[in-house]
């Protein structure tokens, strides 16, 4: 069964600072996409990146990178340069082909001023 | 706006009592997916539709039901209401099954007292 884990329950970061926040995920799958979810206060769920497991290079979206080690089963999400805004719920989920999106426990980031 | 219109934003309503809960997809998807995000269980799948026929249930319970209409919207009912059945339900679609990413609605709150 397919599985994500992400070990950080909260994280906290300085303002203008960068980010890790860790996913790691379990499938034995070859074919599989890897994405990250904003999840702001007001609830909803804001797509940020997606990373394909075929893709050799790491996914980058603005300030948001997607840090893959496809050995490691590793799916890392940095923010670089944090801002207020920042302050959510970040969900790494995985999508297997066909399939629908698992989603990990998600980790709470506090953007200090 | 993410083009997936999710209605009513809020409802609160008793133990017992039956609601519906509407989706309008993005246009162009097929693919509706419903998930349930309450804070002990995370965010659960809980049934998928595409284009009118039911693709792959999670864990629904059997006291809820979905079904997509020919104009792709969908709708989840859920009855005899329990407090536990508090939560955010959220509505997702996509094109396809494949391993696209899903757009979500802003999500339904339901407060069951």
């Known amino acids: 069964a397919q599985k994500i884990t992400q070990t950080q329950p909260g994280m906290f970061v300085q303002e203008k600072e960068a980010v890790t926040l860790d996913c790691t995920y379990d499938t034995s799958d070859q074919s599989y996409g890897l994405f990250w979810y904003k999840q702001p206060s007001s609830g909803e769920m804001i797509f940020l990146i997606y990373?394909?497991?075929?893709?050799?290079q790491n996914a980058t979206e603005g300030r948001y990178s997607l840090n893959f080690q496809k050995a490691r089963k590793s799916a890392n999400l940095v923010i670089s340069a944090s801002q207020l805004g920042d302050s959510a719920m970040y969900f790494c989920a995985m999508r297997l082909h066909g399939q629908n999106f698992v989603f990990g426990p998600g980790t709470r980031l506090s953007v200090l001023p | 706006d993410s083009g997936v219109t999710q209605t009513p934003k809020h409802l609160i309503t008793a133990t017992g009592q039956r609601v519906t809960l509407r989706c309008s997809p993005r246009?162009?998807?097929?693919?509706v997916y419903w998930y349930q995000q309450s804070l002990d269980q995370g965010l659960q799948f809980l049934i998928q539709y595409y284009n009118g026929e039911e693709r792959a249930k999670g864990n629904i319970l059997e006291r809820f039901s979905a079904q997509q209409f020919p104009d792709l919207h969908s709708e989840l009912n859920l009855s005899s209401l329990e407090l536990g059945d508090s939560a955010l339900y959220f509505c997702?679609?996509?094109?396809?099954?494949?391993?696209?990413?899903?757009?979500f609605g802003s999500g339904t709150r339901l407060t069951v007292v």
């Open positions: 246009s162009g998807d097929l693919s």
């Open positions: 990373q394909g497991s075929y893709d050799e």
């Open positions: 997702a679609s996509s094109e396809d099954p494949g391993v696209v990413g899903y757009t």
